[in-house]
């Protein structure tokens, strides 16, 4: 039997817990956040208890239904994706550490093609990989992702110089907003042109959408509630 999402997130989770209540406390402005004492090491602790479920999926064949779902879906094989991968779904969206796409959308390893930069900007390397996902790997949807509290977005806003290299970034980013003053609203606006520059200078995505192969939509992640909401 596969790996059941609830059972999974109670291994993995458990174990993150544990890790965190021995983390050391970091205050910051009135919160407080917990750090590991070697981040390196937490990283290899994280990479342990993913190999773990890896291993329990791979015993298990991986393509049973999650049962205890009331919407049961696959943990892909780890065998199957040693060669292959077959996602079903391609995400631009911004490099924020609170925007994991796989999180956000519940979703395995093989199921997810994800592109990510600060601001999910459609410049050349990401439109790239973005055609990669839906010229090769045929995915047939792609979803452009902004998110409240975009650093990017913010950056774009505010006047201030930031360092050649980062300034050179939010160009895009300050075109695409059209002097906007609030930020859901620019995210917004910058998430739709990402979209429509997406298509504006792709051929290829822009055939793949009006041949039906691909649908197209941008949406918005509010980090206060967990929500995704559609805007296109």
């Known amino acids: 039997m596969g790996i059941q999402r609830r059972h999974f997130l109670q291994r993995t989770g458990g174990l993150a817990l544990a890790a965190l209540m021995q983390a050391r406390p970091v205050e910051a402005a009135e919160e407080r956040f917990c750090t590991p004492n070697d981040p390196l090491q937490a990283l290899i ?8 479920a890896w291993r329990q999926a791979e015993q298990d064949e991986g393509t049973t239904h999650r ?4 919407d049961p879906r696959c943990f892909n094989s780890p065998k199957a994706l040693a060669t ?4 079903w779904a391609t995400v631009l969206t911004c490099s924020d550490s609170r925007v994991s796409p796989s999180w956000v959308f519940d979703t395995t390893p ?20 973005v055609e990669y996902g839906v010229s090769v790997l045929k995915t047939p949807l792609l979803m452009v992702m902004g998110h409240s509290g975009c650093g990017a977005v913010t950056a774009a806003m505010d006047a201030n110089p ?19 003053s609030d930020l859901e609203e620019a995210v917004k606006r910058n998430a739709l042109a990402s979209a429509s520059t997406l298509i504006q200078r792709s051929a290829v995505l822009a055939d793949a959408k009006a041949s039906g192969a691909l ?12 929500v995704v909401t559609l805007i296109e």
């Open 45 to 52: 602790a994280g990479n342990r208890r993913f190999a773990e």
């Open 67 to 70: 049962t205890a779902d009331p």
């Open 84 to 87: 292959s991968q077959h996602p």
């Open 110 to 129: 093989g199921e997810l093609f994800v592109i990510r930069n600060a601001g999910n900007s459609a410049f050349d390397e990401a439109m790239a990989s």
């Open 162 to 180: 930031l360092t050649p290299s980062l300034d050179r970034l939010i160009q895009p980013i300050r075109k695409n907003i059209n002097g906007s």
């Open 215 to 226: 649908k197209l939509v941008v949406g918005y992640f509010q980090l206060s509630s967990g």
